[in-house]
């Protein structure tokens, strides 16, 4: 029996993610890639995102932020077209705080600017949307250009260096076996397929770091109004608790999406809890000292009696901090490991990495969608320019260009998140008086706090 012939490409994406997507669309819009011959192999059914509908008081949990970088980059790639933007929320504020001194920063433009007077959209610091909704729209805009041949639902079998033939030399070409017995041979293979990369392990590329033995609680939450200031000026809040922060981001109405960063075992225990108990967790996580949050994670139930009555004993200004939850949308609460990698590489011989599968970032800072999207706006433009002069789009040399570009640039917002968590979790001792300064003193200090928030932004 003869083997499968192997089908050439000049380019193959692993993985239909928001990565994986963004660099195809970005591709195929341009007009000095639109000819090259794309592939994308994604495991699930890409039919289930395409056709993605929740009614409007319902929200995934799995919701990202987007920078106005990130958004304005979509919008290039006619993709932010096929948003539904009435599920996108954007906010224009983030309070942050000190869970032990109280001490305080906001991050808004008009303080960082010294600008007060400012048009509504340049207000805005990120907008909230689920992460469905922008893969839906991804890939109506990937129907819309066409030229994509795409193998969903199909796993990648194994990866391997094809040969020198008679016709045709693929000894440093990527040739991916699929489930269904097909063979690619990639010119280029980027591994927009998370974590555990298989194209990362296939190209030998080592990832470091480590875990943080902490666990991210998310879920759909419901406040009793939309907001201090109502609709038109969301507001987002977190607050540094020694167990890790606890975050919650607006969503449209009265709706947000809540990010706890928290131990293993009180992870659990949220997840144990019921609707009722869970949300007391929540408006104390808010409100109350972190030893009373710590007792409360030890009480098996009775959380909605605990919390009125240490609220009683407690000081806090109510305009500061979130409106009281009053729900959890059923069905919402999970949790997942938090860990710090990165790849010592993006690039191999006609190999790339993005997104989780470059690196992996705490979410304290909102960061992980915002850095893969930029790493496939640099991965296109260093694709454009290798098609533009007419180099090989796969060799190391034609790749280096976007390595340069994005592993300085995560690695130190990685050093700078890691180095977040490490100093808000210390509970106790002189770090706290000097912790408290540093962050009174930026938000006292305009250009600074500009400065934080351009770089968190992506602009310059």
Known sequence: MSAPPVDETSSKVEGGGPAG???????????????????????????????????????SNRASSLTPSSVAFLEEIGAWKHIQHGRVQPYTEMQ?????????????????????????????????????????????????????????????????????????DLSSWPIVQLSSGQKLAARLLVGADGFNSPVRTFAG????????????????????????????????????????????????????????????????????????????????????????????????????????????????????????????QEGSIASFPLRMRHADTYTGERVSLTGDAAHTIHPLAGQGL???????????????????????IGTHMSLEAYNSDRWNTNNRLLGLVDKLHKLYSVGSGPLIPLRSWGLSAVNAMGPLKGFFMKQAAGTR
């Open 205 to 328: 590329i080592a990832s470091r770091g480590w875990d943080y033995q902490r666990h991210g609680v998310v879920a759909t939450v419901r406040t009793e109004g939309d907001g201090w200031r109502g609709k038109e000026e969301k507001v987002a809040y977190q607050r540094f608790l020694p167990s890790g922060p606890v975050a919650l981001l607006p969503l449209p109405g009265n709706y947000s999406t809540l990010v706890w960063s928290t131990l293993p075992e009180y992870a659990a225990h949220l997840k144990s809890l019921s609707s009722k108990e869970f949300v007391a967790m929540v408006n104390a996580a808010f409100r109350l000292s972190p030893i009373d949050i710590a007792y409360m994670h030890t009480q098996p139930n009775g959380q909605v009696d605990e919390l009125a009555w240490r609220e009683r004993h407690t000081k806090y200004d109510v305009q500061l901090i979130p409106q009281r939850i009053v729900d959890v």
């Open 21 to 59: 997507l963004s660099l195809l669309t970005a591709l195929r819009a341009s007009r000095v890639t639109s000819n090259l011959k794309i592939a994308l192999v994604e495991g699930n059914d890409l039919d289930c995102s395409r056709n993605w509908k929740l009614p409007p008081d319902k929200y």
């Open 370 to 392: 915002n850095q893969g999207q930029g790493d496939v706006q640099s991965l296109a433009r260093t694709i454009e320019y290798a098609v533009e002069h007419g180099q090989d």
């Open 96 to 168: 942050v705080w000190d869970g032990v001194s109280d001490s305080r920063i906001s991050f808004d433009w008009p303080s960082a600017s010294g600008v007060p007077q400012r048009s509504a959209q340049q207000k805005i610091i990120a907008y909230m949307t689920e992460n469905l909704n922008l893969t839906s729209a991804l890939l109506s805009r990937l129907d819309e250009l066409g030229g994509v041949s795409v193998f969903d639902q199909t796993r990648v079998d194994g990866i391997e260096l094809g040969s020198d033939t008679e016709s045709l």
